[in-house]
Every structure is written in C-alpha cells, then in structure tokens.
C-alpha cells in the first residue's frame, strides 16, 4: 500500500504572508493540526503546526492590553512561525516508510508532493493507524492466533497450507521479528476452523501457539 491510497487531498496549504491570526481560526474551524506552508508557486517551503501556534500565543500572565495583543499577533506572519526543514513523502512511498519517518522524527503528519515539490497532499498518523487495524482485520470476527515460528524461509508458507488444509481462510497477516531470539511472531486471524484444531496442527509442525482467542 502506498501514501496516495491513504493520504488526504487535495492538501489545505497556507501561504508565508498568512497572518498568525487566519491560521489559528482555519486550524481551529477544520479541526488540522499542521499546515503546509507553500510559496506563490505552490511549492512547499515550511510547515506550521498547532503547537507552533500555541507557542506564538501571548501568556495570560502577560502586561500587554488585548488591543495591543491583537495588532501584534495581526502583524504576525506565518513565515516567522513555520519550520523550513520540513519532511515530505512523495505518492509512490510505501506508507510503512511513511510511519517510519514520522515515528523516527516524532511529528504526526507528513506532507505529500509531486515531482515539482507542489503539495498534493497530507497523510497523517490517523491514516496510518486505519491502514494498520484494516491490515489486522480489525472489527472482523475470526479466530486469531499469535505463533512463535522460526525466523527461516518457507515458515508462512507451511502455517498457510496448514490453515488451508483445515479448510481455514485466512483474513490477515501480521509479522513481527524479535531481536533478542532468532524467532519471530505471527498474528494471524483466521475464520473457518475451530480453535482446538488449529492450536493441535500447528503445533504440530513445530509452531509454538503463544496466544489464541475468538474475537
């Protein structure tokens, strides 16, 4: 799956010259958390978010009048604001990669640009989360069972044919390796087959049942 599969578009852009004040009400009416700052060309050159905003925002503690506080955020450009360095993702990148770069620089969303560095979009950690529960079959029934197998080539392909001749279907796959063991774990969610059976064959072929449960 790719970011173009999962991404919002088209993308809500602001410009440098944005005053503090038309962010902070566009943020608050559309409920976003970031920004995408672009240029009269469309191009991408920063990234404003919620945080920054609040940041900005004057403390309750402070002596000026709320005259004097309005005309300064008025004169307040986003371009003061924003951050340059901004991470980007183009359509075609796996949305694993994706949430590599969000979880690595720890932001909650990333802008989306074509070959000509326009903003086409916006995919997020809310995006990413969907796409993980739909891999995993999320509010599907099924049995679902996490395996302890071996680390080695052909594991999935015997667990499958072991479902498959039980006449089980396999509704999702999810693997993680383990860097302490040269094993990795399976969850898998299955309809079709019976708990007890599915536990004995796969036990059977040398997988270890860590945990399983109708769900």
Do not use: C
């Amino acid at each position: 799956m790719l970011v173009r599969d999962r991404m919002s578009a088209p993308a809500q852009t602001i410009r440098q010259d944005t005053p503090f004040q038309d962010a902070v009400k566009l943020m608050r009416e559309k409920g976003y958390r970031r920004l995408p700052v672009v240029n009269s060309r469309n191009e991408l050159i920063g990234i404003v978010s919620e945080r920054d905003l609040l940041h900005a925002a004057p403390s309750p503690a402070t002596s000026l009048s709320i005259w004097e506080m309005n005309y300064l955020l008025w004169k307040l450009k986003i371009e003061e604001l924003m951050t340059r360095k901004v991470i980007s993702v183009s359509p075609d990148t796996p949305i694993e990669e994706a949430a590599h770069l969000m979880v690595a620089n720890k932001i909650g969303g990333l802008p989306v640009v074509d070959d000509q560095n326009h903003v086409v979009g916006v995919i997020t950690e809310t995006d990413v989360f969907k796409t993980f529960t739909e891999m995993l079959g999320s509010g599907e029934s099924g049995l679902r069972i996490t395996l302890e197998v071996p680390a080695g080539s052909g594991t999935l392909a015997k667990v499958a044919q072991t479902i498959a001749d039980l006449g089980g279907n396999i509704m999702s796959v999810g693997s993680m390796d383990s860097e302490s063991t040269p094993h990795r774990h399976l969850l898998i969610k299955v309809r079709g087959v019976s708990k007890e059976e599915l536990i004995k064959a796969l036990e059977g072929i040398g997988d270890h049942v860590v945990d399983a449960r109708e769900v």
